[in-house]
């Protein structure tokens, strides 16, 4: 599979761990670069993030409809196989869903889930999400097209940034967002959820107070099948790594990461 990748490579191999970085539905490697890859990069790791295939540049999009989580999780296993070493893989959202199926078969440092769909599915975010936006939803369903949930830049906004991000940022942002597979809804809410008992990797799990999708609730839910504990940050929404305090979420993760050697 030709897949889009990003790569940011450090000026000193301070860490021979390399990082892998998995998006969101409706998203692409894109949305790691802004900050994360290059601000990682300069800490010493070398940083790659992947579209999934069907997002950004990667090959797909004439069968993104019907592509399936497990697909995706083979795009992770490809482009970490890549590696000289086996990378700590980063998922947000979507992405941490697969990363979740992705580690219950292969081995990583660590993980690291981000505002992730939980174990147990999407099905509690789409109830509030047809309650808040019932005729997106509507068409959602009826046009077999998820991106009618996301599909306008007040959409955008309300389901992935704080109210205070500038407008010119949201903007920008939106035009990044895409099409998403109506197979992988399927997949988030019945037959296909991750199984954390088979999971041995450490995990760091990172949740947003101000997230509109999943609640601190559910990123808690998600800690403890993980034998963990949630960090939620203040005053951020789901898109945690386009936030304005991205900052103080990428400098946590090198902490953690720092005090496992990795």
Not at 150 to 160: I, K, N, R, S, Y
Request: with cysteine.
């Amino acid at each position: 599979m030709n897949l889009e990748i990003i790569t940011r490579k450090p000026k000193t191999n301070a860490h021979l761990t390399p990082l892998l970085f998995v998006h969101g539905a409706w998203h692409g490697a894109w949305c790691w670069d802004e900050y994360f890859l290059p601000y990682f990069a300069d800490k010493g790791y070398l940083a790659r993030a992947v579209s999934l295939r069907g997002h950004g540049k990667s090959e797909g999009k004439e069968r993104l409809r019907w592509t399936s989580v497990r697909r995706y999780v083979e795009d992770v296993a490809q482009v970490a196989g890549d590696f000289a070493n086996p990378p700590v893989v980063i998922g947000h959202s979507m992405g941490g869903f697969v990363v979740q199926k992705y580690l219950e078969t292969h081995n990583a440092p660590a993980g690291v889930l981000m505002a992730s769909i939980p174990p147990h599915g999407f099905f509690p975010a789409m109830i509030r999400a047809t309650i808040k936006h019932p005729i997106a939803m509507l068409k959602t369903i009826t046009q077999i097209d998820p991106y009618q949930l996301v599909g306008t830049p007040e959409l955008t906004h309300d389901a992935f940034f704080s109210k205070d991000l500038p407008d010119e940022k949201v903007q920008k942002y939106f035009k990044g967002i895409q099409q998403e597979s109506f197979a992988t809804v399927l997949d988030l809410n019945v037959g296909y959820l991750p199984r954390p008992k088979r999971v041995q990797t450490p995990m760091l799990v990172l949740g947003a107070a101000r997230d509109r999708i999943f609640t601190v609730g559910e990123v808690g839910a998600t800690a403890k099948a993980y034998n963990t504990e949630a960090e939620i940050f203040p005053h951020t929404a789901h898109d945690m790594m386009l936030e304005i305090n991205w900052r103080a979420i990428a400098d946590r993760m090198i902490a953690w990461l720092q005090e496992r050697n990795i």
